[in-house]
């Protein structure tokens, strides 16, 4: 194990030094290269910062406005159907359109009922087996200039579901 941790101090650095090296074997302009990816980039940037400048507003209006809250007591007799913790449902909300909002909400949750307890646990693994959906959708379809998404949605609302159905799952393995 204490290798694994001690090369991971030296991956990137070797594969840094390793890229260069094959560009100047290849006689790449390798700084000329970097340039043009960083002017490419920050094009990128420029073309999807009004998206995402509308994402972490609507969040934010919904968060701020209580909507989420009243969204999840509206979903909260579905939930106790489902044996899902009402606690949780903005958090499964807000987490497909914004990781760092669904973060705060996190913290809330980790400060209210602490990060080991059931619904730390379930709202940590459920952060690391979810996507944030529309976003991902929003943006690198736009960079990319998709239009026919076909089945992408879909796709990706059923795996969502599916993280969050094993997130619950796993949880109470955790536990015991």
Same mark, same amino acid.
């Given at each position: 194990?204490?290798?694994?941790?001690?090369?991971?101090?030296?991956?990137?650095?070797?594969?840094?030094?390793?890229?260069?090296?094959?560009?100047?074997?290849?006689?790449?302009? !390798?700084?000329?290269?970097?340039?043009? %990816? /960083?002017? &490419?980039? $920050?094009?990128?940037?420029? #073309?999807? *910062?009004?998206? +995402?400048?509308?994402?972490?507003?609507? !969040?934010?209006?919904?968060?701020?406005? %209580? /909507?989420? &809250?009243? $969204?999840?007591?509206?979903? #909260?007799? *579905?939930?106790? +159907?489902?044996?899902?913790?009402?606690?949780?449902?903005?958090?499964?909300?807000?987490?497909?359109?914004?990781?760092?909002?669904?973060?705060?909400?996190? *913290?809330?949750?980790?400060?209210?009922?602490?990060?080991?307890?059931?619904?730390?646990?379930?709202?940590?693994?459920?952060?690391?087996?979810?996507?944030?959906?529309?976003?991902?959708?929003?943006?690198?379809?736009?960079?990319?200039?998709?239009?026919?998404?076909?089945?992408?949605?879909?796709?990706?609302?059923?795996?969502?579901?599916?993280?969050?159905?094993?997130?619950?799952?796993?949880?109470?393995?955790?536990?015991?």
């Amino acid at each position: 194990m204490n290798f694994l941790v001690y090369l991971s101090n030296y991956i990137l650095p070797i594969l840094f030094f390793y890229l260069i090296g094959f560009g100047l074997l290849m006689k790449i302009p !390798v700084y000329d290269e970097f340039v043009k %990816g /960083a002017k &490419e980039g $920050l094009t990128t940037v420029a #073309s999807i *910062l009004p998206t +995402l400048v509308g994402l972490m507003m609507g !969040v934010g209006v919904l968060r701020a406005s %209580g /909507a989420l &809250e009243a $969204l999840g007591n509206l979903l #909260s007799p *579905l939930a106790e +159907l489902l044996h899902f913790p009402k606690e949780l449902i903005p958090v499964s909300i807000v987490r497909m359109f914004s990781s760092s909002a669904a973060t705060g909400l996190v *913290l809330d949750i980790f400060e209210q009922y602490g990060p080991d307890s059931y619904l730390g646990i379930i709202t940590s693994i459920m952060m690391s087996c979810t996507e944030t959906v529309f976003y991902t959708l929003s943006v690198y379809f736009l960079a990319a200039k998709v239009t026919k998404t076909r089945w992408t949605l879909s796709g990706a609302l059923i795996a969502t579901l599916a993280g969050i159905v094993i997130s619950v799952i796993l949880a109470g393995f955790a536990l015991f």
